[in-house]
């Protein structure tokens, strides 16, 4: 069951695009290298920081739009930005 550290996944989102809006929780809104914001979007707790479990990773990917591997290697980083951008183009999620 894959665990990973809350700090460690929004520093990899922010890494590969995606840009930090807060509200009542720490929203994060894909941009694509050419600066046009997109509606790929996905959220983590402003209160927790405890580790995020398996579901939380599952629904994340899933809002993200990848799967919960694809997920994985994005915040590990075996994904580039670029690969990621383009399984979203792939998908007509731009």
Same mark, same amino acid.
């Given at each position: ?43 983590? @707790?402003?209160? @927790? ?17 990848? @799967? ?27």
């Amino acid at each position: 069951m894959p665990v990973r550290a809350k700090r460690d996944v929004e520093a990899a989102l922010k890494k590969k695009g995606f840009h930090q809006d807060d509200g009542d929780h720490h929203w994060f809104f894909y941009w694509t290298s050419d600066g046009k914001k997109t509606t790929v979007r996905t959220k983590t @707790s402003h209160g @927790s920081t405890k580790d995020l479990g398996d579901g939380l990773l599952k629904e994340m990917a899933r809002q993200v739009r990848v @799967s919960k591997v694809q997920f994985l290697d994005l915040v590990d980083c075996p994904m580039s930005r670029e690969q990621y951008q383009k399984l979203l183009g792939d998908g007509d999620h731009l």
